[in-house]
């Protein structure tokens, strides 16, 4: 571990937040903050936090002694002045003659002396900050630290590492408690250089930014050396099945293991998935013992809110025997969730509390030969929850290479999993609608395909896009936040790599939209067999390559599914000269019926658009210009004659799409969008 402190890089932080009106001590402390947050052996999601004390100006130009603490939800990696709300220091500091504080008085208090009431809540580790009589204040959960603690003389190894320069502190609960208990600690060891907090993390303070900065990484970098003298790999490895299956015809079934139906048997809660694989995560997961060392504990109580105490263990899946897998892993989880109970009604008992249950579901699941499965309520949370499980990886491989790995009991785990001011963090309104669903789109970078994912994304899905590689689907991507997929659905191994791709994102696929499409033209009883069978290839087979592979991901999830289709009024009004069009259409309209007659048992819906004349919609992607036999349709062409008299867009098909997406009683069933045509009217 290397200071990265530069002395012009401190006096460039001065000149810019200077300029935004932050103060020196806020500017260094902004500096230093950010260095520590931008090293994951150090900060990871919110494990840490930092402050400075300073005087700073209030309204009426009197200078008031604060606390500028991190703010709850600032990421220390990229923090602002406004990530440290100046709190009034005095008051924080005259609590400590209390004998006891609630969470929420605690709360409050600190809410009510912030100078800036629209500040963000001040971290809740704020008292621990202004206890110490420190100018700077440093706080981190270091991974090197957490794998020397996290064992069962962890406290003594701590003390004898860091001797006079450290003193250690038992476990306590964050909050009221723990502050005081940290302060009592320094007084009888003023020399110390920093705290090791037992099973939790590492302080360290000082004069200046960089004293209380260089004093972190000079203490966390004592316990790197430690671990670095570890010459034994900890895991013995098991022998994994010769074929194994893929990530891809996985993490459905996982998925679909970990998805929470409601007593009508529709899914009422499913996540997003993230998968991870290095030869570190692959060490630990094909360990023989992998289901005890993996399941003793978070490495800090912290962690336990995103991924729960511990990770389900599945086993290695086989190639061509994935119904064995399925079956193994929903017993696994069904065994979690019993344990998770248990857990939480003893602890409620104990505590005498009416704590309600949160959901019984794993967030990380353990794959011999595949890695790490994280669970999110969208990719993001899924991310963060991988990023934790990975970091675990390490920590626990470390401790155990030295020791063995002994963190906070489960039990102890609770009362963090349980603490208001956690679960605080977690909470953030009601969810959109679509939220947790992922969503497939072909032509996903024409006009049409980018309205479509960016509706989607509006509802809260996680979208991906397919397309032809090239510029097109990059910048479609990028604009809508999509994930793209180079695929072309005319070549069925690329088009059920494609979907392949994206279950190994995200887990899976819930909602497919079929959009690709492309018009050939010529008078039927003339037209080449070529052009014919172009045009089938994409405006059918496309469409068919799609949903069966969607159709197969769908089963493995077990958890129904929507697949819509763009079909076109000439596949119930034909147009003269449009039969290499209308007719493979046609046969995509039979098409969506039959899979809603086929798999309607299984809860998977299909449907159809039936757009016409939409501005920009047909003929215009780059798919589409290369081929020859396109032509363009005349502008003129879009308003004229609809009933409406109205312009009919890209959005207005994309909004067919999403309501046929969230109508869960509707199969079978065709939405027209044209601004209204007689003739192209169903019947
Ligand atoms: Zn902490």
């Keep these: 571990m290397k200071s990265l402190w530069s002395d012009a890089d401190a006096q460039g932080a001065v000149t810019t937040y200077g300029a935004e009106g932050a103060n020196e001590d806020v500017a260094l ?44 939800g600032w990421d220390m990696a990229a923090i602002e002045p406004p990530g440290l709300p100046a709190v009034r220091l005095d008051p924080l500091t005259r609590l400590e003659a209390l004998d006891a504080l609630s969470d929420e008085d605690m709360v ?24 110490l009589p420190h100018k700077f204040v440093d706080h981190t959960h270091a991974n090197a630290v957490l794998a020397l603690s996290d064992q069962p003389d962890g406290e003594a190894r701590c003390a004898n590492l860091y001797g006079g320069r450290a003193a250690v502190v038992p476990f306590v609960m964050p909050g009221f408690d723990l502050a005081k208990e940290c302060a009592e600690i320094w007084r009888g060891n003023r020399d110390v250089e920093g705290l090791v907090l037992h099973n939790h993390g590492i302080f360290s303070f000082g004069d200046t930014a960089q004293e209380a900065y260089e004093r972190m990484i000079s203490l966390v970098g004592l316990a790197e050396q430690e671990l670095i003298r570890a010459t034994r790999a900890p895991f013995a490895q098991v022998k994994l099945p010769e074929d ?47 289901a005890d060392y993996a399941t003793r504990g978070t490495i800090t109580p912290d962690h336990v809110i995103r991924t729960k105490g511990t990770p389900v263990v599945l086993p290695a899946p086989e190639a061509g025997a994935l119904d064995d897998f399925a079956g193994s892993a929903d017993h696994a989880v069904t065994r979690f969730e019993a344990e998770y109970r ?14 309600k249950m949160l959901d019984t579901m794993p967030r990380v699941a353990l794959v011999p030969g595949l890695g790490l499965f994280a669970a999110g309520k969208s990719a993001k949370e899924a991310a963060i929850a991988a990023d934790l499980a990975e970091t675990s990886i390490e920590v626990i491989t470390a401790a155990e290479a030295v020791g063995r790995y002994e963190p906070l009991s489960l039990d102890q785990l609770f009362d963090m999993e349980y603490w208001s001011l956690e679960q605080a963090k977690l909470r953030k309104g009601t969810e959109p609608p679509l939220a947790r669903h992922v969503v497939a789109i072909t032509g996903g970078a024409g006009t049409i395909g980018r309205a479509t994912a960016e509706a989607f994304r509006a509802q809260g899905a996680e979208v991906a896009i397919i397309d032809l590689e090239g510029d097109a689907l990059a910048g479609a991507a990028s604009e809508t936040g999509a994930f793209a997929v180079a695929g072309n659905v005319t070549d069925e191994a690329s088009a059920h790599e494609a979907m392949q791709r994206i ?4 887990g899976g696929v819930d909602i497919v939209i079929s959009n690709a499409g492309a018009a050939w033209q010529g008078r039927i009883g003339e037209v080449g067999e070529d052009v014919m069978r172009q045009s089938f290839e994409l405006n059918f087979w496309g469409h068919q390559r799609i949903a069966q592979a969607a159709v197969s991901i769908m089963q493995a999830q077990r958890t129904g599914g929507c697949l819509l289709f763009n079909v076109t009024k000439q596949a119930v009004n034909p147009g003269a000269d449009f039969g290499p069009y209308g007719i493979p259409k046609a046969a995509a309209l039979a098409l969506m019926r039959q899979y809603a007659v086929d798999y309607g048992r299984i809860g998977i819906r299909s449907n159809a658009v039936n757009a016409d004349r939409i501005r920009g919609g047909l003929l ?9 036999a396109a032509r363009q349709v005349s502008e003129d062409d879009y308003m004229s004659g609809n009933l409406l008299g109205r312009e009919v867009e890209a959005t207005d098909v994309a909004l067919a799409f999403v309501h046929l997406a969230l109508a869960p009683a509707t199969t079978g069933a065709v939405v027209t969008v044209d601004g209204g045509n007689v003739a192209a009217m169903m019947r």
Aim: glycine share 8%.
């Design 29 to 72: 402390r902004v500096y230093t903050t950010r260095l520590l947050g931008g090293d994951p052996a150090l900060v990871l999601h919110g494990g840490g936090n930092t402050s400075v004390k300073t005087d700073v100006e209030d309204m009426d130009g009197t200078q008031v002694r604060v606390l500028c603490v991190k703010g709850s």
């Design 108 to 131: 409050s208090h600190q809410r009510r002396n912030l100078l800036n009431p629209a500040s963000p809540n001040p971290s809740v580790e704020t008292l621990l900050h202004a206890f």
């Design 244 to 290: 194994l299956a893929s990530a891809a015809d996985v993490a459905p079934i996982i998925r679909g293991a970990l998805a929470v139906h409601d007593e009508t048997g529709g899914t009422c809660q499913r996540f997003v998935l993230e998968h991870r694989s290095s030869p570190k995560i692959l060490a630990f997961t094909n360990g023989e013992n992998v």
């Design 342 to 355: 248990t857990y939480f009604e003893r602890n409620n008992a104990r505590l005498d509390s009416a704590k």
């Design 503 to 506: 279950a190994e994102r995200f």
């Design 620 to 628: 215009t992607s780059d798919m589409i210009a290369s081929r020859s």
